[in-house]
Nanobody, 120 residues
């Protein structure tokens, strides 16, 4: 019913930038909160940034001042602009979107994950 397709990951040197995108498609009635999470090597998944339907934004302390989350409601898309990347940012990044479909109530959906690798 709902698919999240992520793009924009890759290999970058420390200090570089990447822009991740996550597009939701399907029988979508409305979209509420959106967010980005990541899972580094040997680590558990952690929150990176969230943005509510009303535009309220929250960042993990480790990315404040470097990452920017934004959304385009008309395109059902959430973005993560990542600047001044560090090796410790290396992880698989997953988007999460809370969606109300044409047929059901609210549910959370996850993207397939996109690899971000930052070399030292």
């Amino acid at each position: 019913q709902v698919q999240l397709v992520e793009s924009g990951g890759g290999l970058v040197q420390a200090g570089g930038s990447l822009r991740l995108s996550c597009v939701a498609s399907g029988y979508i009635f409305s979209v509420d909160n959106m967010g980005w999470y990541r899972q580094g090597p040997g680590k558990e998944r952690e929150l990176v940034a969230t943005i509510t339907g009303g535009g309220s934004i929250n960042y993990a302390d480790s990315v404040k001042g470097r990452f920017t989350i934004s959304r385009d409601n008309a395109k059902n898309t959430v973005y993560l602009q990542m600047n001044s990347l560090k090796p410790e940012d290396t992880a698989v990044y997953y988007c999460n979107v809370r969606v109300r479909t044409i047929y059901t109530g609210w549910n959370d959906y996850w993207g397939q994950g996109t690899q971000v690798t930052v070399s030292s």
